[in-house]
């Protein structure tokens, strides 16, 4: 029962190989989950699939290594775009849960995704994927900065890499949106900019956002969905 | 608080740091910043500035600035302790939450809380897209730069790193 929702014939072909292919979609909250990828009639929903715990590591470490100026945009290309092991729409459910929580946004989002793929194991796996490479790189940065003691030449690229780095983020939001726009959907697109507004032009702080206008636009759905 | 080696009380405020930094990094690093330099004076100001400009220019989380300065307060084992001390907490309570998530992801409440957030998390990263733009673009080049990163990535399916590398050379050259 519990392994419902991992069901993925190719992932599992080993274990598998003998179970009938089943072409039954399962419902899932942000898309569909094919069970078996054979028909090419299936084009036309997403399909996503479930990796193992050695694909885990391996993705959040390319995700890692690519992270340059903030690694969120490089999550959304690896596991939206590249891999498919989440739909556009989970992605953005996702990322909502990680950065509502406390601590690094995208350390909670590999904890998030890493425990529905593989439970516990999946969540360490995913987070070391994502932080080991790093924090040794920092260890040896860290030991040549106090050798030299210097970072002052770093400002000249650092000025060239941050300009480019707003612009993958200035996509990733535009990428997170159209699915609002496409669907016309007025009273998410609302909050998206009430939001936008507060935080980029009032200046308000970010925690007032998140707990006056999240349970705000919580309330509404609700009320909504009833 | 303050005691003859400074990795105790950096790893407190590591802890602390992580704890609120509901939202992400760029909301604590002003909190970070004070506490390091001007309450505890474990770094100077260039230090700092030289650590920021360090853990954005490499790869990974920029969070991981903590295991730079624990590293340079503890060496190894501060730089080790300081980067648990960030993550640890904070993975387990997600962990948590994310397996309550799953189990109740059938249920009206929770549906309406995820269809609820959603909307507001687009908002805030379009916020930060827009002060982190506001923050790095301060030429025609750099404007360019920017525009030219999001086209690439929003259009085509080329790999943006290019686009970094491209600014990040420009930027060497003082262009930018």
């Not at chain 1, 069901?7 to 003998?18: Q, V």
């Not at chain 1, 956002?209 to 919580?218: D, M, R, T, W, Y």
């Not at chain 2, 080696?5 to 939202?23: E, H, K, M, N, W």
Request: hydrophobic share 55%; charged share 15%; with cysteine.
């Amino acid at each position: 029962m519990k392994d419902g929702g991992r069901g993925n014939g190719f992932r599992f072909r080993k274990a598998r190989a003998h179970a009938p292919h089943p072409t039954v979609l399962e419902r899932k909250p942000g898309g569909f989950i094919i069970s078996k990828m054979s028909d090419s009639t299936v084009e036309t929903l997403e399909q996503t699939s479930v990796p193992t715990l050695p694909e885990i590591f391996l993705g959040f470490l390319g995700i890692a290594l690519s992270g340059f100026g903030g690694v969120m945009p490089w999550a959304q290309r690896m596991l939206v775009e590249k891999k498919k092991w989440l739909t556009p729409e989970k992605f953005a459910e996702d990322v909502a849960l990680a950065q509502f929580l406390p601590g690094p946004n995208i350390v909670n989002l590999s904890i998030v995704v890493g425990s529905r793929w593989r439970g516990a194991l999946g969540s360490l796996v995913a987070c070391i994927g994502l932080i080991g490479a790093p924090v040794a790189l920092m260890m040896i940065l860290g030991a040549l900065y106090a050798r030299y003691g210097d970072a002052a030449w770093l400002s000249g690229p650092l000025a060239g890499l941050s300009a480019s780095a707003a612009g993958l983020v200035i996509a990733m939001a535009a990428k997170l949106a159209a699915p609002l726009f496409r669907g016309k959907r007025i009273m998410a697109i609302s909050f998206a900019i009430l939001s936008f507004i507060a935080v980029g032009f009032l200046r308000v702080p970010l925690y007032w956002v998140l707990f006056v206008f999240g349970p705000l636009s919580v309330a509404a759905f609700w009320w909504r969905l009833r | 608080m303050r005691d003859d080696s400074p990795i105790g009380g950096f790893i407190l405020t590591a802890l602390f740091v992580s704890v609120v930094a509901v939202g992400g990094v760029n909301a604590v690093l002003p909190e970070l910043h004070r506490q390091v330099v001007d309450i505890n004076h474990w770094l100077t100001d260039k230090q700092f500035a030289d650590m920021f400009a360090i853990a954005n220019a490499s790869p990974g989380p920029n969070m991981l600035i903590i295991t730079l300065i624990g590293w340079s307060l503890g060496g190894f084992y501060g730089a080790i302790v300081s980067t648990l001390a960030l993550c640890t907490p904070t993975c387990a309570l997600t962990y948590l939450v994310a397996q309550a998530w799953e189990k109740f992801k059938d249920a009206p409440w929770r549906i309406a809380v995820q269809a609820g957030l959603v909307p507001v998390t687009v908002g805030l990263i379009a916020a930060s897209a827009y002060l982190l733009a506001r923050a790095a673009d301060h030429s025609m080049m750099a404007y360019a730069m920017t525009a030219a990163t999001a086209g690439i990535s929003y259009f085509t399916r080329i790999n943006p790193l290019w686009a970094m590398a491209a600014a990040a050379a420009l930027g060497h050259a003082g262009l930018v």
